[in-house]
């Protein structure tokens, strides 16, 4: 009973430790990144929840909705994590898709589209 006490213990710890942190293993890209806001607030996302413009969220091609991403604006070095809720972006060249929310936190409303890094957190 006591190993299995320090086992769960120990796995729950870790559990903590990891939140927050790059994935070594998870996606990693740069590239560019733009945002979204008023027009689409309140429409429905490829998730099936309510896009809102003040949320800290993002929409990618590929990655699980519900995945943990860091963004760094490579211009500025600001960073915000979103989570992946929506499926785009469909402009060329261009590897996220921010809310209005995220985007001012990058300091990049002004600028519209900027280089990024974008990685994935552990769960």
């Known amino acids: 009973m006591r190993l299995l006490l320090i086992a769960f213990t120990s796995l729950l710890l870790s559990a903590c430790a990891s939140q927050g942190q790059v994935d070594p293993q998870g996606y990693r890209a740069e590239g560019q990144a733009s945002y979204y806001g008023a027009r689409h607030h309140g429409n429905k996302t490829a998730s ?4 809102d413009q003040n ?3 993002a929409a990618h091609r590929t990655l699980p909705f519900g995945s943990r991403v860091q963004v760094t604006n490579l211009r500025n070095d600001k960073t915000v994590v979103v989570r992946i809720n929506d499926r785009g972006p469909y402009a060329k060249k261009r590897i996220i898709d921010l809310s209005q929310k995220a985007a001012e936190q990058l300091d990049m409303l002004r600028d519209g589209v900027v280089p990024v890094r974008v990685e994935q957190l552990a769960d």
């Not at 099936?48 to 896009?51: A, S």
């Open 55 to 57: 949320a800290l969220t």
């Open 48 to 51: 099936g929840e309510r896009f």
